[in-house]
Structures are given as C-alpha cells and as structure tokens.
C-alpha cells in the first residue's frame, strides 16, 4: 500500500498539543509535536539528523529541542542551531518542520510534497462552537484505515456491533441513499428511519421517551474526515418550512481517520450536541457510550486486521447495497494514493 | 511447506462440539464448528462472504450463523439466506461447508478437493467403547506437526524426556522393529521389552509391583493418527493360544496430529484402558500423568521449533536406527503432500 | 549484515563458566559453556547431531553431555560417544568444539575459519589484577552492535545521556582527539579536560571534593573489546616526570561487544579501580552507578534499533568532529566484516 501522502491529516487535538514534547506516527512519517511559548503548535520530523534518536524523547529548551543523545539542538523551524564539540554547525542540519493549521480544535498537519493549501481543509465547525458542547477521545487501532472507512461508511453494523448502544433493528433493515461529489471528492450517504425505536444513546441523552424519526446523513471528505450528521426527534416532528429545527436534537459525530503505519490507525472520534449543553451527566454519558462503540469497532477490526494477515492473496470480497458508500469511497481513496 | 490438503483431519472431540461456536483453525483453513439442534456436528469456513468476519465470533439463530458485523445468516449447509438492508440475497452468496464425519468420539473433517471417503478414516473404536474407559486432552503446540511426528515415532525420548513418567532406561536401549505397509500407507514400530522395570504411570494405574513384559506397538496412519497398543503384564505372562489376554493390561494410546498452521499444531490425546473402569482415581492418575508427559512434549518440540526458525537454510540432521519409523512416515507424508 | 567471524569475542566471564550448561548465542552461531571437573572452560556447537536439541538444556554426566531428548552423549571435544538403541556411534556423529581461551577473567572463544592465534587476544589485565578492584555486569541489549560501537566511541553522550552520573557539561563541550593505528587496527580517542566538575560517580567513589582535572583515554580494538582509561586527580595535579602518578585515581572501564544476533548485543561491562580496593561501600555504588548507566545507553540504543527497524533503507546521517571515533570504528569493522 502506498499512502495518500498530498492530504491534509489529523495529527492531534489542539489539547494534546502542548510543553511536552508529544510522538505521533502519520503514514509511517514520525513526527514530534509541541506548542511554543506563543502559543504555535508544531510539528517536526522524530528523528535527530545525528544518528536518528527520536525528539520526542529529548528535552525543550524553551521553543528549541535539545536532542537527548548528543545535544543536536533545533529550532521550531527544524533548523539545528548548535551541535556538541565544536562552534560551527553543519549547513544541512535541519529536520524538516511541517506545515500545522489548527481549526476546529483539530491540528492538521501537511506531510506531502510542496505547501499544502489550508482551504482545502474540510471544516467541522460545531467542534469549537459555543453552541455545541463535545466530548472526543482517540482510539489506537490495530487495522488499517481503510478498514475503519469500511465500518463508518456501512452504519448498518450498528443493529449486531453496537446493539444495546446505538444500533436497533430499523438500522439495518433501512435501505440507504448513497450521493458522491466526484470533483469534491466526496461521499454522502443518508438513511432516514421514520417511528422507530430511540437508542438508549439518544434516550438517556435527550430524555425522548417514545418513537423517533431518526435521520443519519454522513459525510465523509477522503481521506481523514468523517462527519456524522445525526438528527433526532419525537416521531412527526418535521423542520419547519422556514428551516427552523429548533424541536429536533442534533448530535455532529466525527471521526478523524490518520493512518499511523500500513496496519495501524489513529482512530479520533469527536461527539457534538445542540442540548444540555452545560449537563456534566450528558457529557459523561455520551463520552462513556461512545467510547464504548469505539472499542466495539476497535475490537472487530482489529480481529479482520489479523484475518488478512493470515489470509491467501486475492481473497474475494462481496458487496451488496449496503457497500455503495464503502465503494465509492475507496474509489476516491484509490485515486488519492495513486503515483501522479 | 504444502499441507497434506487430500486427507482427513480431526478438527475436535465430539464432546467440544455443542451449542456454542468453535473456531478451529486446520491446515490454514479457518473452521467454525457447531452442532445443529438435531445433533448433527457442523463446520464451515469461519469467513463471512462479505466483510470476512469470523462466523465464530457472531451469534446463532436456531441452526442459522447471523454474521457478527453486518448480520449475513448461513445456514448450516452454509449458504447464506439473508443480508441487511434488502431482500434479495445474491446467489453466489455462500460460505464453504466442509464434510464431517463423527466417530470414535473423534470429529474428523474434509477440507479437500471434492468428496472424501468416510471409509479412509481410519478406526480407533476404544475410544468411543463400553469396555474401555478413555480420557483425553487437547494442547496447543507451537510447532509444525512434522515434529510431533518424529516425537511420537520414536520412543526412545520417553527416557530422557520423559524419566519417571513413562520413560525407563530400558526403552532407549531396546531395539525397535520397524514394518512399513506402502500401499495402505501405515508405519508400524513395535519394541518389546522383557523383564524390565515398571514406570509409574502404568504401576500406579495397574497395582502392577513387581518386573515386567512391557509392549510398545505403534501403528501410524498418516498424517493425521497415531495409535500406541501398549501392552503390560507380569514378566513371563503371555496370551493364551487361544488368543486371550486378559491377565495382561492394555493401554490404548491416540494422538490426532493436526497441523494448524505451518509451524503450530493441535496436539489431541487420549488415553484408553480396559481394567479399571470405574475407578476415578486411576482416571485422575492417568489424566494428569499423562498431560505432564505431553506437556513435556510440546515444551521440547517448542524449543526445536524456534531453533529450526533461528537456523540457517539446508541444515542436516543425523540419523541412527531408532529413527526408521520416523523416516518412513517423512516419506509417505511427502508423497501426500506433493501435488497430485 | 555479516558478521566478522574470524575474530575472538567474549562469551562470558570466566565466573559465569561452571558446573551448570550456560547456553550463549555469538555471532549467530549458538553454544553451550561449561567448566569440565579438571577446570577447562568448554565451548561446544549447542544442537545435538540428531534432531538438533539444544545440549544447554540437556544434563551433565562427568564431564559429558547427554541429550535431554534421545540421550546423544558428547566428550568436552564435542564427539558423540553414545547413541541409543545401538552400539555403534556412526563417525561422523560430533557437534563443533570451539577454541577456548581464559584470559584477564574473560572467556574468549574462536568461532571462525581454522585456529585462532590467541596471541591476537588484546590484553586487559586489569580485570584479574590484585592491585585492582573489579565490578561487573552483563545487560542483554536488543540492539545491533554497532549501535553501541557508536555509542562508546562517542562519550558526548554522557553530557545528556547520563547527566547526573557521568555526565556533565565539560565532556560535550571539549574537542576530542583520535587516531588510528591502522596496522595494528586499534582506534583511540582522547579527550583531556582541565579544572572542571567532577560528576557523582567520581566524586562519591574518590571522595575528591574539589574541581578535578579529567582524562578520557578510549582504546577500542574491533570488533571486541573497548578500554576507557579515565584518569580523575585534583585540578593541577600531573604525573610526576618519573612516571608516577599515585595521586591521582585511576578507572579502568571495560566493555566486551558481543553480537548475539544481527540485532541484539551481549554488553559487556567491567569498571576496575586502583583506590579503595577493600572498600565494599565503593563497590557496590559503583556497581549500581555503572550499571544505571549502562541500562540507561541499552534503553537508548534499543529505541534506535526499533527507529532502524521502522525507517526507509538508504537513509541518511550526519556526522561532524565528534564522530571521528566511531567512524573510524565503522571503517575497521567493515575491513574485518568483509569477505575474504
């Protein structure tokens, strides 16, 4: 596998980054991560230019990092400013510094060829909005990440995996629609339960009692983003026609897909909400279930992560309509990763 | 290496077959074996058609595997009756079902190029009789099966690795009888020692005190069993003419030598006597002594499999008299494995 | 990566060598030690002819080994003299002896072509010298040995490696001086402070309070063995021109760089003093200080192995003034490694 390395990639929570110096592995790239004084995230490549030792396990000297083998010394440019033994530092000692943009309370990082353009970003605005209250988590998967595209772009798992948390019977037996945006490279696939059973996730949250119409509109921008548009309301209640939704609870999920190595991933998982904002018992709920179905999705994948590697070459697969959104995607992923 | 695919295979006791789902992996082919509410032993290939998820780690409807992941269901001849999300169910739609056949308390499985014949497999009826009392045990051995070959054709290990067990000095320095039946492809090994001393494991399980005759016939049946007819009696006791035998103890010892993957194997034992039956505490006895000596095995062969593995290509063994029968089964082995 | 066979290297200290088979894999090649009742250190090939069981996990009977699997019994010159079953021994039936050498309280073996000149043996007297006080370890590392090549042949390290032991900032600071004897195929490296700190581990085993003058004398003979003479004596104090330098205390570090596999290492350690040779209180802090240290280079070099591991081939390091040691090194063993 080759990696789609020309995208933009969630390396981090903007609260994961800050003095101490902080490892993480994006498609097979270690980088070191760390805030300086002012305030910038940064991100520069884990290994000293010397003999290889990881910065992330050396020391800050203010906004520089002193390797912690020899003392190799570098900027937040990557750029080496003192080296052991003598005055004069070598002219190619740097280590390349990526380009960071934090948005979202996401850190994204351009680990590609040239200078990434920042507006191709895709936003996820309700994750540092006033008007949303979230709670979010990372998961280390064990699978690759086009396994986790599989999972997140089929919900109808959710009536076996998550039955219990998320998942009803309606889940699966409702047909989907599937639309992609070619030239935007993106995949929507909606699926609108009218009067069926509330999940005990959106229950316990909303306080709903009775039948919902519930409505799941995912969108997912290849590679990285995924954003689950979830909406839920008292069977009947409709958007009134000036827009107005005012009656219906709405719950933005997104998910950041990194891949880490060829067979792991950087699973970030974000849980927005329109209601009970200021509730400490909702946020803890919702953070404690959703946790919960990640680690159902971790433990699954994680098994057909070991399945392929025991398996023959040209195992064939078999999809049905449920895959549409699945299918598209890795065509769009196939596309991103191939040469140019 | 290339498994012996054209053969059969014990892929379980009849008593670990049941209502739960038991994966069970056998010459690289993953199995999931259940049995139907008739009481029909089941299994089929541990892969859902669609997503490959393991059948074993889903859940059952009646006789029917609902996947796991995205709720396929296959019923017990493994083609697949329903799918989420729509009601046509593609006709390609079906996992392998394997032929099984029960007998001798042992579940032996086809996993070959079209129909096996039941009347191949060869019998080991004590181990499903009345007047025979049997216990038995399953150790996973993490090693290719080739060694336990070799281990079980030669018993002169039993007085090195097996002292005050089984083994006595005597067996080493007893020469063997080795017969080879190439057309029906079973190895037979056969020492007979004379006026020795008794090991433990039979004059516990006997009352036996005093010297005696002791018999050690081997009839090998490759790849798969592995009988021992051992034969204990007071020194100078032998059968009638008439063909009895009865003031001598007879101890039916099987293995079922199943190769999981190239380099682990399952390692099935038992153990068959026919004097006392009913007493526990011999059962007791014979259980836990015999699992030591197993045990014993497979911490030996463990070792030999991770110096095979640490060895350069082309490494060449030595071998004496002792190793004929050993020599003969590699033999026959290499002539079912090699394509046909 | 191919090792340099035909050197010497150290497979233990001669304390290690006794009545128990102490099983020690050089340069890939596995062996089995032993002391034989008259005192010989024995350095057999540690797989039995017959079915290649380890003779380490096997019995002593005199100075024999028998085979803990069929009995296979081998003299201290590695020929078979017992075989199960038989009488005969078939001729060819012996495991390689390796060439022994005991020498300075180390137990060098020859592993390469023909016979080894154990006048090549570099000498380290102080080990095994009444006027000296030795203390010792041996930590498994599971790095490449070049690694810690690297690792010793530049103690700029100690600076931020091992602050607060070894370390202080003089030693980064001072220029180093190196040559090679290119005939003879030793480097040295020297680095010779003035008036500077004295770091713990001197200070609490000299009792030296005050600011010390420090010599570092590295004498590295590839591939095997590295002497660090270190020389601590109060800021002033010079040899007298007779040569006598009584005044001042003298540490003789050893290491012995022994590859077990192509990426694990036995590291060798030894520090020998010339003061407070009875002082028990002095050992054991030395022994403590200098294993800290030790595991604190293995924790390092084993984080750059897995760095190696995970990297793309051809990459790339920088080198400047501080390296010229080990690339020196580097150079040596490259001609040693190379095939002749």
């Known amino acids: ?50 003999r290889r030792f990881p910065l992330s396990e050396s020391n800050r000297d203010g ?6 083998y020899h003392g190799f010394t570098y900027a937040p440019d990557g750029v080496c400013v003192a080296v052991p033994g003598q005055s004069r530092v070598p002219r190619t000692a740097r280590v390349p ?33 006033a008007e949303y209250t979230t709670v979010r988590g990372m998961e280390p998967l064990a699978a690759r990440y086009e396994l986790l595209v599989d999972n997140l772009l089929d919900l109808s798992h959710e009536t076996y995996l998550h039955a219990g948390y998320i998942g009803t019977p309606e889940v699966a037996q409702t047909p989907i629609n599937t639309e ?9 696939v909606s699926r609108r339960m009218k009067d069926v059973e509330c999940p005990s996730f959106y229950s316990e949250s909303t306080g709903v009692k009775g039948r919902i119409d519930r409505w799941q509109d995912i969108e997912y921008h290849p590679p990285c ?6 909406r839920i309301a008292p069977t009947g209640v409709e958007p009134s026609p000036d827009g107005d939704d005012s009656s219906a609870f709405h719950v933005e999920v997104g998910y950041a897909i990194t891949p880490e190595t060829e067979t792991t991933t950087h699973d970030f998982w974000l849980v927005a909400r329109d209601f009970a904002l200021d509730d400490a ?21 994680n098994v057909l992560e070991k399945v392929i590697a025991s ?23 196939a596309r991103q990763t191939a040469p140019r």
Chains 1, 2, 3 share one sequence.
Not at 225 to 230: D, F, I, N, T
Request: charged share 20%; with cysteine.
């Open 180 to 188: 992609v945006d070619e030239e935007a490279g993106i995949v929507y």
């Open 63 to 68: 906004d520089r990092i002193v390797c912690g």
């Open 225 to 230: 983003l995924y954003l689950l548009h979830s």
């Open 1 to 50: 596998m080759v990696f789609a390395r020309n995208q933009w990639y969630v390396a981090a929570y903007g609260g994961e980054v800050g003095d101490e110096l902080l490892a993480r592995t994006i498609c097979g790239e270690p980088l070191v991560l760390y805030r300086t004084t002012a305030g910038e995230a940064v991100a520069l490549a884990d290994r000293c230019v010397h």
């Open 311 to 333: 398996e023959p070459e040209g195992y064939q697969e078999l999809s049905i309509n449920i895959d549409t959104g699945g299918l598209a995607a890795r065509r769009i992923l």
């Open 97 to 129: 510094a990526y380009q960071v943009v934090e948005q979202d309370s996401l850190v994204w990082v351009w680990i590609g060829d040239g200078e990434g353009d920042p507006a191709a970003i895709p936003r996820a605005a309700w994750f540092d909005s």
């Open 281 to 301: 018992k909702v946020s803890a709920f919702l953070a404690e279930s959703n946790r919960t179905v990640v680690l159902q999705d971790v433990e699954a994948l």
